[in-house]
């Protein structure tokens, strides 16, 4: 087996791993026995549970700033904002052990986890704030303060997610880009 894919199956048995128990009661042998190798071949990889940790948080940002697309104005708008946030969602539904780690476990009494999380939180934040900016200067977001707008919108997400999570009563994916749409049109999106 290449490295390339020890490390990829150390990384999604890990996932697991956090997903299940939590950062703090994680251990490194319980990552080495979901992905049935010694625990010393963790350890060829990565130094500790932390840097894996921090590997999978920046690989779901990278998921998530690659899965947008820039909008053209010249195109149609409603169908491509709707795409960017079809695409975010399926990041995250489709990826439901990395959900749980970010709203089930981000808190704790570990500085270096909860500064990860926050540092995940801010990267989104300012990205959004970037995109929301450029919308602007294109017409397509109203005037007002793109970090704020960025924070509401996020916030939203993250409540929308714990809900779908959280909620026996299912939901298709598209209600939910409807929903989003509706919310973002009815606030800061103008057309």
């Known amino acids: 087996m290449s490295k390339e894919r020890r490390r990829e199956e150390l990384l999604d048995a890990a996932r697991r791993v956090f997903a299940e128990k939590g950062f703090h009661e994680a251990k490194v042998g319980d990552i080495a026995r979901a992905a049935s190798v010694a625990k010393g071949t963790v350890y060829l990889y990565f130094p500790d549970k932390r840097s894996i940790f921090s590997e999978l948080i920046d690989h779901l940002f990278l998921r998530l700033s690659g899965a947008i697309l820039r909008v053209d104005t010249d195109g149609d708008v409603i169908n491509q904002v709707k795409h960017n946030i079809r695409a975010v969602l399926g990041v995250l539904l489709d990826d439901p052990d ?18 990860k999380i926050d540092a995940f939180y801010d990267g989104l934040k300012q990205m959004l704030a970037e995109s929301l900016e450029e919308g602007q200067g294109l017409g397509i977001v109203a005037d007002g303060d793109p970090r704020l707008y960025a924070a509401f919108t996020l916030g939203a997400l993250k409540e929308l997610l714990t809900e779908v999570t959280q909620n026996s009563e299912p939901r298709t994916r598209e209600a939910l880009v409807e929903a989003v749409y509706g919310l973002l049109e009815s606030g800061y999106l103008r057309q």
């Open 98 to 115: 990395s959900m749980r780690i970010l709203f089930a476990h981000a808190g704790g009494v570990d500085p270096t986890f909860s500064e």
